[in-house]
């Protein structure tokens, strides 16, 4: 059972193949067994995940009317806030705080009986590609325990990955669902900004951070994204909009007579030869299936990442402010209020965090404001400007998801420009504010380790992420004749 996709777990415990409590058992006892190696989980709640499958498991049996995902257990990121939970965002800063309300997304998840299993580990803040930021310990890649499982949400992807939990949550602030989506061989969605809620999400980027769903298959994703989507007036982001129909655009995949667009300035020089092969055979099956392959260019892409590493770390730097050392969190030192939020910054923050909080705060600053932020978030709006063009010639937008395959870890550890550039495919969705989903593409053949293939939409139209998905997976699970986690060389026994 614990290899089943999530709809396959709902569908045997509708049938009472199986209970919930049962599901939920086997997967903290898989938790037990591999995540000292793993590593995905900061916190597991045991006690908790077994109350709510035995209150699911009551309802079904009283014959209440039960959403599809009611039973299934789920990952979660560190970095939504659980009531009575611990929630530390993968930082010391925050160690052993227990929030008093629940964010949006867990109470959707509450309302569905989706099952709650534990927190998962993160880099610090969501600050990171590798999960190697989080102030507690690495989190480890399933396929090859001496690589990295990509960030920030590496944990929420080897988790899935692991087959510790067959849904997850995830943060994307530049790429944090999609790239370690994309080195676990997992499916990971970046939401169009504003359509999940951000309330209880605690913040590093507010104008670009975004909540989205983590899965095995692209169905299992839509379900999930219909779970947690829709308005919330607890934000005041969020989008006054109904979803459009995600699990239908699943369910009935077609891509014949689409056009899809290759974003000319998103492969090339830096893109792993194995990752750029892997694409190009896709795009073929894309091509079989009766979609018009097209190019587009979008000549700005190629400042995103700068203007991201100054927008993000100039948001982030406000938003911590908050950590200082009266309110919630650690406390360290005596005297006066400026020596001990000194002090506890010190110890609270991890070098990564330090590092943005200090650019962000410069380029903030009297003098420099319009030179460096101000001139950001112009590119930004030329980045918009360009997919927005994009969009006229295609109806979703496709490229690798990452340059290249999971990398060792420590290997980039002590050069921040290279792990940076990690995210070089993911940042422009955020900066847009569109919506993006990466599916597996294959495994590389330098390394036999997975690649992924990112496929962006416009602006609440998510259901395009899901349509063109699902049809390009179905091909590829032709092609390989299984499902590609079923390739990852210690399946069953880490």
């Known amino acids: 059972m614990l290899e089943k996709s999530a709809t396959e777990m709902a569908t045997a415990l509708e049938s009472g193949e199986v209970s919930s409590v049962e599901l939920t058992k086997a997967h903290l006892a898989r938790i037990d067994e591999v995540d000292s190696k793993v590593k995905a989980f900061l916190h597991v709640d045991k006690a908790g995940a077994l109350a709510q499958a035995e209150d699911v498991d009551k309802r079904r049996k009283s014959g209440e009317k039960l959403s599809p995902l ?39 998840l509450k309302e569905a009986g989706v099952i709650i ?11 990171g590609s590798s999960t190697e930021n989080s102030a507690y310990f690495p989190t480890h890649n399933p396929w090859d325990l001496t690589r990295i499982p990509g960030g920030s949400g590496g944990g929420s992807s080897a988790a899935l990955a692991a087959f510790e939990a067959p849904l997850a ?51 299992d994703a ?51 030869a194995g990752v750029l092969k892997r694409f190009n055979e896709a795009l073929d099956e894309l091509a079989k299936l009766g979609a018009e392959i097209v190019e587009v260019s979008c000549p700005h892409f190629k400042y995103a990442l700068a203007a991201y590493y100054l927008i993000a770390p100039s948001e982030c730097s406000s938003n911590l402010a908050r950590f200082d050392a009266m309110r919630y969190g650690i406390r360290v030192g005596e005297g006066s209020a400026e020596e001990v939020m000194n002090a506890t910054r010190e110890v609270g923050f991890g070098k ?16 420099y404001y319009d030179a460096y932020y101000g001139s950001a978030q112009k590119v930004r709006t030329l980045i918009s400007r360009d997919f927005e063009a994009a969009f006229t010639k295609a109806d979703v937008l496709v490229s690798p998801t990452a340059p290249t395959t999971a990398f060792k870890i420590g290997e980039k550890a002590n050069d921040p420009i290279a792990m940076y550039l990690n995210d070089i495919a993911t940042i422009p969705t955020n900066l847009a504010g569109i919506c993006g989903i990466s ?14 293939f990112q496929i962006m939409a416009g602006a609440m139209k998510d259901d395009r992420l899901y349509q063109v998905g699902a049809a ?14 079923s390739k990852a060389p210690k399946l069953g026994a880490i």
């Open 117 to 127: 299993l534990g927190k998962t580990n993160m880099d610090e803040f969501a600050m």
């Open 222 to 272: 839509a379900y999930l994204h219909e779970v947690i989507g829709g308005y919330d007036p607890l934000d005041s982001t969020s989008i006054n909009a109904p979803l459009p129909p995600l699990v239908s655009a699943a369910k009935n995949a077609s891509v014949k007579g689409m056009k899809i667009g290759v974003i000319k300035e998103l492969q090339g020089d830096g893109y792993q």
């Open 352 to 367: 990564e965090v330090k590092r943005r909080i200090i650019l962000g705060t410069y380029a903030l600053s009297s003098g």
């Open 439 to 452: 599916i597996p593409s294959g495994l590389a053949d330098e390394d036999n380790l997975p690649a992924g």
């Open 70 to 108: 009611a039973g299934v257990p789920l990952a979660l990121k560190d970095v939504m806030v659980q009531k009575g939970i611990p929630t530390t965002c993968g930082s010391k800063m925050l160690e052993g705080w227990r929030p008093p309300y629940d964010s949006t997304v867990v109470t959707r």
């Open 472 to 485: 390009l997976e179905a091909a590829l699970l032709s092609k390989w004749g299984a499902p590609i986690l």
């Open 169 to 219: 949550i995830g943060t994307d602030t530049g790429g944090s669902i999609r790239q370690p989506a994309a080195v676990t061989g997992t499916v990971g969605v970046k939401p169009t900004y504003g359509g999940v809620s951000r309330y209880g999400l605690v913040a590093f980027s507010s104008s670009l951070d975004q909540a989205g769903p983590c899965a095995r298959t692209v169905l």
